[in-house]
């Protein structure tokens, strides 16, 4: 065998490993535990990841549609309280808050939404749900292409974790593209981290949670 040749076999076997592997993990370790709003068990919780907030302070496309599906699921007596986790940042950046405002408009009660600002990437929202938050069972909202990674990871941090997704693939297909794309690449480093079980990058709670919890009542 040629030299080039061996690095071919090389770069497959390596794109299989890197790729494949994690991919496989993601979807084995969702699998069964994806529906939709009227499929999966009724929760306590769901944990509603953030996906960016535009300049003027709305949510982009994949952040409303996964705020729809959460609304459904809350509207609909599937859960009780939604945890909003996202990232907050400079000049107003402020993800939960986004996420809140918006679900109060549809109909979601103040009440009954806890939000976490240092839900600074999937693993960190899913172990702060468990870890910091106490959350045990949960239903997970993201996009379609989202959710087996999500699930995984939410699983790996010792959630009895169920997927909603919302269906991005119609309304905004570029975004799922990129989305998809991303999630190919990320699947690899989630892994690690949902085997290894790495801490999150903000370990505490934020200041008054336990307040805005409805009636005290646990997860």
């Known amino acids: 065998m040629g030299r080039a040749r061996?690095?071919?076999?090389?770069?497959?076997?390596?794109?299989?490993?890197?790729i494949g592997v994690p991919?496989?993990?993601?979807?084995?370790?969702?699998?069964?535990?994806?529906g939709g709003p009227e499929d999966v068990p009724p929760a306590p919780v769901?944990?509603?990841?953030?996906?960016?907030v535009r300049e003027d302070g709305r949510p982009t496309r994949l952040l409303a549609g996964r705020l729809d599906v959460a609304a459904r699921l809350y509207l609909s007596g599937r859960v009780d309280v939604l945890l909003l986790s996202g990232s907050t940042g400079p000049d107003g950046y402020d993800e939960p808050g986004t996420m809140r405002a918006y679900l109060a408009r549809l109909g979601v009660s103040e009440r009954?939404?806890?939000?976490?600002?240092?839900?600074?990437?999937?693993?960190?929202?899913?172990?702060?749900?468990?870890?910091?938050?106490?959350v045990s069972e949960a239903v997970v909202?993201?996009?379609?292409?989202?959710?087996?990674?999500?699930?995984?990871l939410?699983?790996?941090?010792?959630?009895?974790?169920w997927g909603v997704g919302h269906d991005s693939a119609r309304d905004n297909p570029g975004g799922t593209r990129v989305g998809r794309l991303r999630e190919t690449?990320?699947?690899?480093?989630?892994?690690?981290?949902?085997?290894?079980?790495?801490?999150?990058?903000?370990?505490?709670?934020?200041?008054?949670?336990?307040?805005?919890?409805?009636?005290?009542?646990?997860?």
């Open 112 to 134: 009954d939404m806890v939000l976490d600002p240092d839900g600074l990437s999937t693993w960190d929202s899913c172990v702060r749900a468990s870890d910091v938050f106490g």
């Open 185 to 219: 690449l990320a699947n690899g480093s989630s892994m690690l981290r949902g085997v290894l079980r790495k801490a999150p990058a903000v370990t505490e709670a934020p200041e008054g949670w336990e307040a805005a919890a409805p009636g005290g009542r646990g997860y």
């Open 6 to 18: 061996r690095w071919l076999v090389a770069g497959a076997i390596t794109a299989v490993v890197t």
């Open 46 to 52: 769901a944990l509603v990841l953030g996906a960016g």
């Open 141 to 152: 909202v993201s996009q379609s292409f989202h959710l087996p990674r999500a699930v995984a």
């Open 23 to 34: 991919a496989v993990w993601a979807h084995g370790s969702s699998h069964g535990h994806i």
């Open 154 to 161: 939410c699983r790996a941090a010792g959630i009895d974790a």
